[in-house]
């Protein structure tokens, strides 16, 4: 409710008037920044549990080259010979589809290579059958990932 105020300068001439002021609604903050520290720490907290890749125990090799730059990775994890799921970046695949999604991939990108990741106790005849679906994609190269012998 505005609050009334009688004019205390009154000049020759004018009759008095009535000021009417508002009283100015501020938001309290405090609270706003305690909830949104709270909850940063939460997820300063949560973030370091969230499992962020796929395990893969890749074959080891002694001249393998670090790779750089943007890249599809399609990587064929142990589990592959019970669900014929590959994960096509961080993404699960069926292998029926994954023809078609790397297709998709393949138009934007600038290079039409693929890396495989494969876990070392896969059979070749189950590598060879992605590296198939790959090449009937239009992948014009697929580079098999591997790690060096130091690292873990």
């Known amino acids: 409710m505005p ?3 009688a004019a205390h300068d009154v000049s020759p001439g004018r009759s008095r008037t009535r000021r009417v002021t508002t009283s100015l609604a501020e938001i309290n903050v405090v609270p706003l920044v305690d909830v949104m520290l709270v909850l940063l720490i939460i997820f300063m ?3 370091p549990m969230i499992q962020r890749g796929i395990d893969v125990n ?3 090799a002694t001249r393998a080259q670090s790779i750089t730059g943007e890249r599809i990775e399609v990587t064929v994890p142990l589990a592959y ?3 014929k799921m590959v994960y096509l970046g961080n993404e699960a695949v069926r292998s029926a589809v994954l023809q ?3 297709r998709q991939k393949m138009e934007r990108a600038e290079k039409k290579d693929v890396f495989l990741r494969g876990d ?3 059979n070749l005849s189950e590598v060879m059958a992605i590296t198939d679906i790959l ?3 239009g992948v014009e190269h697929v580079g ?3 790690r060096t012998p130091d690292e873990r």
Do not use: D, F
Request: hydrophobic share 50%.
């Open 135 to 137: 090449k009937a994609a």
């Open 100 to 102: 078609e999604r790397v």
């Open 45 to 47: 907290v949560a973030a």
């Open 120 to 122: 070392g106790a896969l």
């Open 144 to 146: 098999l990932e591997t």
């Open 81 to 83: 010979r019970q669900n």
């Open 58 to 60: 890749l074959p080891v």
């Open 3 to 5: 609050k009334v105020q």
